[in-house]
């Protein structure tokens, strides 16, 4: 905070008790100080000896007191993107503009299962699944006898999402399916607890099994998800959002 303005000569620069914030202005010279908090004063401008680090991206100048000094332009928090360039410039890389990445995996057992190759840390991912899709490549049936009340001809869709939600995890996955065979009732299924849930039925609705998940961590690259159910593989589609 600038609280006076004071009119001087360059000869009462090295001598004057100067208060601290206060602007002093020399008749003689057109010179701009200001009051340290030592009484000294320190001249505002005359920096020199301005130049840029290559590898860091930092300034670095001799202030109007000669000390050296030094900006950092570039962040060091964890995960920033932004690097210097080499020319010394601030650069943000084509990989690190990307915000959304999709990608599929498929869950074939249960247990821990880590999923990389993500170009950022995500903070939420979503998740698309369907009952019986099992794996990439499909131009089929059931591969069953028609009519069959198992697992093979039960279908249906499935949505959920995983979000960080400042250190914890909030999720919920949700099924809606029915059965080849015909439809007398239909299977539902909804969980706080899964971000991946696909309840597989038979015609009457009734439950013949279940492919669950639940997220875990978020990394670096990618997420970690514990499978804990698997009534049949089950093909994943995701989208990761930075």
Do not use: W
């Not at 920096?47 to 060091?76: H, K, Y």
């Not at 439809?183 to 492919?211: A, K, P």
């Amino acid at each position: 905070m600038v609280f006076g303005q004071n009119m001087i000569s360059s000869a009462q620069v090295a001598t004057i008790a100067a208060t601290e914030g206060d602007l002093y202005l020399t008749t003689d010279t057109n010179e701009l100080y200001i009051g340290r908090t030592n009484g000294n004063l320190r001249k505002l401008g005359g920096i020199t000896q301005l130049a840029q680090d290559n590898t860091t991206g930092a300034l670095n100048f001799s202030d109007s007191d000669g000390v050296q000094q030094q900006i950092e332009l570039i962040s060091t928090d964890a995960n920033n993107a932004v690097t210097a360039g080499a020319d010394g410039g601030v650069y943000l890389p084509n990989s690190a503009v990307s915000t959304v990445y999709m990608g599929y995996f498929i869950i074939n057992a249960t247990g821990n299962r880590t999923i990389t190759g993500i170009p950022f840390r995500p903070s939420q991912v979503s998740f698309t699944a369907h009952a019986n899709v099992e794996t990439t490549g499909i131009n089929a049936d059931n591969q069953v006898a028609n009519n069959d009340r198992g697992i093979a001809n039960a279908f249906g869709t499935m949505e959920g999402f995983a979000r960080n939600n400042g250190g914890g995890i909030t999720q919920l996955a949700m099924y809606i399916g029915g059965s080849g065979n015909s439809i007398n009732d239909i299977s539902r299924y909804s969980s706080t607890s899964r971000c991946i849930g696909v309840r597989y039925s038979n015609q009457n609705g009734d439950n013949l099994g279940l492919t669950a998940a639940s997220l875990t961590s978020f990394n670096a690259d990618g997420f970690t998800l514990n499978v804990t159910n698997r009534a049949d593989n089950l093909l994943v589609l995701y989208k990761a959002y930075r």
